[in-house]
């Protein structure tokens, strides 16, 4: 059982920055293809971003290509989303989703791909 645990949530300007944060507990000793989604009110939820096992593969929504920017660093088994240039278009909660240990890419783009899910951290970028 993995159990994602996200931070770096909050209210930011447009224009600003953010760094989410994701460390699963539970078992950590194996590594995963992880990703970032959103869900705004009222709307469905959307993949972000996605890094590979090893973190030598990433991809992104075209959304947030060239703004945002996934990153691991598997010593500390932790994932990271830097989001740049905030719009308030990107106001959502933002899940930590870790796939299953079959998968190893970056390029799962649908929520069944995904085996655990995180509680979500509210973005909220204000005009």
């Known amino acids: 059982q993995v159990q994602p645990v996200e931070s770096g949530g909050g209210l930011v300007q447009t224009g600003g920055s953010l760094r989410l944060s994701c460390a699963p507990s539970?078992?950590?000793?194996?590594?995963?293809?992880m990703a970032w989604f959103r869900q705004a009110s009222g709307k469905e939820r959307e993949f972000v971003a996605g890094?590979?096992?090893?973190?030598?593969?990433?991809s992104y929504a075209d959304s947030v290509k060239d703004r945002f920017t996934i990153s691991r660093d598997n010593d500390k088994k932790t994932v990271y989303l830097q989001m740049n240039s905030l719009k308030p278009e990107d106001t959502a909660v933002y899940y930590c989703?870790?796939?299953?240990?079959?998968?190893?890419?970056?390029?799962?783009?649908?929520?069944?791909?995904?085996?655990?899910w995180g509680q979500g951290t509210q973005v909220t970028v204000s005009s």
């Open positions: 890094i590979s096992r090893r973190g030598g593969s990433t």
């Open positions: 539970g078992r950590t000793s194996d590594t995963y293809a």
């Open positions: 989703a870790v796939a299953g240990l079959g998968l190893s890419g970056s390029h799962y783009y649908t929520a069944d791909d995904y085996d655990y």
